[in-house]
C-alpha cells in the first residue's frame, strides 16, 4: 500500500518557503494539477545547473526523490523539461537555486 501524499500545490509552496528561508531562490517555470501533479526540481546554485529531482514511487510503494534528467550526449536540459512537460500537462516544474546545492541534493534524496 503507499502512503499519503501533500496534495502537489501544498508540498510546492512548502519546498519553496524552505529554499527562501535558506537564503535561496525558488520558482514556478509550469504549474501543474494543483492536488495529483508530479514535482520536477530544477536544482541550481548561482544560475549553474546541478541537478534534476523527481518524485518516484520506489519498489517498496514510497515516495522518494531521486536523480532525474537528460543523459549526457541526448538532449539539452530545456529540450528535455519541455518533452516531459508536453508528455504530462499536470508536471510541475520548479527551480530552485540554493547555496550548497549538493549537499541539498544529497540531503533531499536521502530523506525521500
Same mark, same amino acid.
Given at each position: +500500500?503507499? %502512503? !499519503?501524499?501533500?496534495? &502537489?500545490?501544498? %508540498? *510546492?509552496?512548502?519546498? +519553496?518557503?524552505?529554499?527562501? *528561508?535558506?537564503? /535561496?531562490?525558488?520558482?514556478?517555470?509550469?504549474?501543474?494539477? *494543483? =492536488? #495529483? /501533479?508530479? @514535482?520536477?526540481?530544477?536544482?541550481? =546554485?548561482? /544560475?549553474?545547473?546541478? &541537478?534534476? @529531482? =523527481?518524485?518516484?514511487?520506489? !519498489?517498496?510503494?514510497?515516495? &522518494?526523490?531521486?536523480?532525474?534528467?537528460?543523459?549526457?550526449?541526448? !538532449?539539452?536540459? !530545456? %529540450?528535455? @523539461?519541455?518533452?516531459?512537460? #508536453?508528455?504530462? /500537462?499536470?508536471?510541475?516544474?520548479?527551480?530552485?537555486?540554493?547555496?550548497?546545492?549538493?549537499?541539498?541534493?544529497? %540531503?533531499?534524496?536521502?530523506?525521500?
Amino acid at each position: +500500500m503507499t %502512503e !499519503a501524499r501533500l496534495a &502537489a500545490s501544498v %508540498e *510546492a509552496s512548502s519546498l +519553496m518557503r524552505k529554499v527562501a *528561508a535558506n537564503g /535561496g531562490f525558488a520558482t514556478i517555470l509550469a504549474k501543474g494539477d *494543483a =492536488e #495529483r /501533479g508530479a @514535482l520536477l526540481l530544477v536544482v541550481t =546554485e548561482r /544560475g549553474r545547473h546541478v &541537478a534534476v @529531482l =523527481e518524485r518516484m514511487l520506489n !519498489a517498496g510503494g514510497n515516495y &522518494a526523490w531521486q536523480l532525474s534528467g537528460p543523459k549526457s550526449g541526448g !538532449a539539452t536540459l !530545456a %529540450e528535455w @523539461l519541455q518533452k516531459r512537460r #508536453r508528455g504530462d /500537462g499536470d508536471l510541475w516544474l520548479i527551480e530552485l537555486d540554493v547555496p550548497d546545492a549538493e549537499r541539498f541534493v544529497a %540531503e533531499t534524496t536521502s530523506k525521500g
